[in-house]
């Protein structure tokens, strides 16, 4: 079988000629390209102009690149400047549009109990290792969980877990998550090259996002926790709003610039309702390993602060520590690694203080699963 490559899916979209004769890749409006073990993913820019128009485009666009060697599936989303914007298209492969995967919101995501978000304002403060060791930490007490990365612009799942292979699909199409130290998990990482930027559009990211939550067997799981990408953007809004969240999880660390962003984040959740589980303070302190001295290098108690500004739990001030860094730059993370470290003792304890939260939240029902077919 020929290798499947970015350069054919394009020469088959030149085939595609809109009503000036001229070609989707002609007029530049084909987004970065994606393949993932055979699935392909771009978009189709409309503009100002009505997606509705780009219907006959999407169907051509399907065939073409459905029926080149290789391809299992074809998802096209057309992207817009007007609020009729976005549709996707996920195809079989052979030219058959399958059904739009658009989920009412806070519709719930099979077999998982609970669905908690880690967050910040910015990047930069330590997020996705705390997801990691935050969902290791809640693995020790006995719960049954996921990660879900959601940075699909910057994911780090691969590295903080060791990850190298790609998602296979099930027998009943659905995506099956790899697994880490008895974590399941999901991420953007795990189908495009590290180092390989993803050139999307906002409502291509949340198609990608929609089916990295409801095409995959989660379940059953006690916990999923989706890594957040950095901000309060659209996409961080659009995961708040149409996941039934349990609540959020803020990291941040010390000094007030960061706590500015941090603030954003937990203003931007209180907007739609989801409560904050608790502020972490990363980076807090650094112990001199020879001397054993204290240095507070960004400031210290600024995050503790806010959460009694706001009146929410403080989950715990969690160091910055050579082995914490060097554990999750080798996919080692430190609570599954060395679990008795003091380092990996805190990330237990705000573990404890998360499940007490959640336990207070309860379960969010009423909600069903979205009915998905993944080709």
């Known amino acids: 079988m020929a290798d499947l490559t970015k350069e054919k899916i394009i020469e088959a979209l030149k ?10 890749v002609d007029k530049g409006i084909v987004s970065e390209v994606v393949i993932a073990n055979g699935k392909v993913y771009f978009a189709i820019d409309a503009g100002d102009e009505d997606p509705q128009k780009f219907e006959p485009l999407c169907r051509q666009a399907e065939q073409l690149v459905g029926a080149l060697d290789g391809v299992t599936s074809v998802s096209v989303t057309v992207t817009a400047e007007r609020e009729q914007g976005q549709k996707t298209r996920p195809s079989n492969g052979n030219g ?27 990047g930069g403060v330590g997020k996705s290792t705390t997801s990691v ?35 296979q699909t099930g027998p009943n199409n659905e995506i099956l998550p790899l697994e880490a130290y008895g974590i399941k998990v999901i991420s953007m990482g795990f189908m495009v090259a590290e180092g390989t930027p993803v050139v999307w559009r906002g409502p291509m990211v949340m198609s990608a996002l929609g089916q990295m939550m409801h095409k995959v067997a989660w379940g059953p799981l006690d916990v999923l926790v989706i890594d957040m990408p950095p901000g309060t953007g659209d996409v961080q809004l659009t995961i708040a709003q149409q996941t039934p969240l349990t609540g959020a999880v ?7 610039l960061a706590l500015i962003d ?7 959740f209180g907007q739609v309702n989801v409560p904050i589980l608790g502020i972490i303070e990363n980076m ?34 969690v160091p910055l ?55």
Do not use: W
């Open 96 to 122: 058959a549009g399958g059904p739009r995967a658009q989920g009412a919101a806070g519709q719930e995501i099979a077999g998982v109990s609970h669905v908690i978000a880690v967050a910040s304002g910015k």
């Open 250 to 256: 803020i990291v941040s660390t010390p000094q007030d």
């Open 321 to 375: 520590h050579m082995d914490i860094r060097e554990t999750s730059d080798a996919g080692r993370p430190i609570v599954a690694t060395s679990a008795s470290s003091p380092e990996a003792q805190v990330y237990l304890e705000i573990a404890k203080t998360v499940h007490q939260q959640i336990d207070r939240q309860g379960h969010h029902a009423g909600f069903s699963a979205p009915e998905i077919v993944i080709e």
């Open 284 to 317: 807090s302190y650094f112990m001199c390993p020879s001397c054993g001295t204290r240095s507070d290098i960004f400031g210290t108690g600024g995050a503790k602060e806010e959460a009694l500004k706001i009146g929410c739990s403080f989950l715990g001030e």
């Open 133 to 167: 060791n935050l969902a290791l930490g809640l693995q020790a007490l006995g719960l049954k969980v996921g990660i879900l990365d959601a940075d699909v612009y910057g994911p780090s799942m691969p590295r903080l877990l060791g990850i190298n292979d790609e998602p």
């Open 15 to 24: 085939d595609v000629k809109m009503g000036d004769g001229q070609s989707l």
């Open 262 to 268: 941090a603030r954003k984040g937990i203003n931007m």
